[in-house]
């Protein structure tokens, strides 16, 4: 039996590297760690988990949007969500999220450029 997959835009799959990359680039993970189901290695979930929260803040996305796009079960966004929540008490990761919020805001709050004329 085939997994069943819902289609997801090309714009969404832009969006979700886009935060996959910033977690990577302020945490030191591997991207390419972070992208696809299944368990994963802590020091490659917990990033994940923190790139999935931001897909769900920063650009509105509900959780099954976020389980749609990162290939995962809606449970399991919901349970990164919970986690990131509970570490936004600790300042250092509270500073490191509001500082990728606004990133990702501040790139998509403004008209896009098209380069094709």
């Known amino acids: 039996m085939e997994d069943y997959r819902v289609p997801v835009s ?3 799959r832009v969006k979700a590297g886009l ?6 680039a302020r945490t030191g993970a591997q991207p ?24 769900h803040v920063a650009f509105g996305w509900t959780l099954e949007r976020v389980s749609h796009v990162f ?12 986690w990131v929540e509970d570490e936004r008490e600790r300042r250092p990761v509270d500073d ?3 500082e990728l919020e606004t990133c990702i805001q501040g790139l998509y709050q403004t008209p896009r450029l098209d380069l094709v004329q």
């Open 10 to 12: 090309e714009e969404d």
């Open 19 to 24: 935060a996959v990359h910033l977690v990577a």
């Open 32 to 55: 390419a760690q972070m992208i696809g189901g299944g368990r994963m290695h802590p020091r490659a979930a917990r990033p994940r988990w923190l790139a999935m929260y931001l897909s």
């Open 71 to 82: 290939g995962v079960n809606r449970a399991s966004v919901g349970t990164a969500c919970r």
């Open 96 to 98: 490191l999220l509001n």
